[in-house]
């Protein structure tokens, strides 16, 4: 009988290391493998760039064929890390289980080197050379002895927004759930002693809106993201700056806004590029629909509106909606197919729109009788249905 207890322990302890083994085995890693020649006996780090500055995971010292290899446990979300030989650094974004290759030679290996296995990878090392480029054009600027201060400032003024136009089309607005995108948000240039974020989301709206525009997609993509939480919380505070900004241009409505007809007009341009204005819809019942299609429930609520729009668009009624999502491109795709006016307001909850109308909320919306005149909002309907056919 004790032979069997211990047989029994025995059996236990085996199978308990086995289920270990297996759950070892089973733990996704990336790896990160290639050759840095012209690197022999140079310490070669993988380094974890988390919110807190960068951290040390892995070292590797080369030998003369410079090859490395490296192993990490796969991140939940969109991760980055950089391989660094003193001041050379190559940036890398992991996202699951990739196996990224890098070939590069010391000691031009942040100018010049291949990466392939991600296309995230590829995507930051062009943006890594275009921020190279960046760089060299407004250290010119900065020197050169033909130029003043404010000819200097104004230069660089121009030379930065070309760039970041060009980044915001091509890279951010693009596909802003991926990890490229948020890397371009943080790209920095040097600029007399200091360290300057290109887009910088605390005293700029318009690079508060590409701020917003990528954290509103990560909390969608990766919700529980700590880097999504913390793009939330940049927008959130440049949106509080901008506002203080902006606040006392806010209080009042202008008196040449507010027409005879008792309506407030809104003037903005629709998804096929025409301006469109609200009282020039006059002779026709209008529903004033404020909505942001990122918000929940988006799709369901524009299904219905379809059905009304639908039942009695031919006798005399309109919808004029007001986009306010923070991204431009994004509001085109969900409008393309939409048949009635749809227009895009830039300014996103910051719209002095908003206030005018006093909307404290989205999505909510007005009916405009044929003559311009504002009837009732949202919360005084009880039946959309029978309100429409009153003013018709």
């Not at 980044?167 to 920095?188: D, G």
Request: overall charge neutral; hydrophobic content about 40%; glycine content about 4%.
């Amino acid at each position: 009988m004790k032979n069997k207890k211990v047989s029994g322990l025995l059996y236990t302890a085996v199978m308990g290391v086995a289920v270990l083994s297996l759950a070892s085995c089973a733990e996704k890693k990336f790896r990160v493998s290639g050759t840095i020649t012209q690197a022999k006996d140079s310490v070669l780090y993988l380094e974890n760039m988390s919110l807190n500055g960068p951290k040390a995971v892995d070292s590797v010292k080369l030998d003369e064929n410079g090859e490395f290899e490296f192993k990490q446990k796969a991140p939940e979300a969109p991760e980055f890390y950089r391989l660094r030989i003193a001041n050379q650094m190559v940036n890398l974004a992991v996202d699951s289980t990739e196996n990224i290759t890098v070939k590069a030679a010391y000691p031009t290996m942040s100018a010049n080197y291949e990466v392939s296995g991600s296309e995230e990878c590829i995507k930051i090392r062009d943006l890594a050379y275009m921020q190279l480029e960046l760089q060299t054009h407004v250290a010119a600027i900065a020197n050169s002895s033909s130029l003043g201060v404010q000819a200097v400032e104004d230069s660089v003024a121009k030379v930065l927004e070309v760039y970041k136009n060009k980044v915001k089309l091509n890279y951010i607005f693009k596909e802003p759930m991926k990890a490229y995108a948020y890397y371009a948000l943080f790209q920095t240039i040097v600029l007399g002693n200091a360290n300057i974020l290109i887009f910088n989301p605390r005293s700029s709206k318009d690079d508060v809106k590409v701020f917003a525009a990528v954290a509103t997609s990560w909390d969608t993509y990766f919700p529980k993201a700590e880097r999504g939480l913390n793009l939330h919380n940049i927008a959130i505070e440049g949106m509080k700056n901008v506002r203080i900004l902006e606040n006392n241009a806010r209080q009042t409505i202008s008196a040449d806004k507010v027409q005879v007809a008792g309506v407030i007009d809104i003037a903005l341009t629709d998804n096929h590029g025409r301006l469109r204005k609200l009282t020039d819809l006059k002779g026709k019942v209008v529903l004033l629909d404020f909505q942001a299609f990122a918000a929940e429930g988006s799709l369901k609520r524009i299904m219905m509106m379809r059905d009304i729009y639908n039942k009695y668009h031919d006798r005399g009624f309109e919808i004029y909606q007001v986009s306010f999502d923070p991204e431009e491109h994004f509001w085109k795709t969900k409008t393309a197919a939409l048949p009635w006016v749809s227009v895009w307001d830039g300014n996103g909850t910051r719209s002095a729109v908003l206030s005018q109308y006093n909307v404290q909320t989205l999505p909510t919306f007005f009916l405009i009788d044929r003559n311009n005149t504002l009837q009732k909002r949202d919360a005084q309907i009880k039946d959309l249905d029978a309100e429409i056919e009153a003013l018709l």
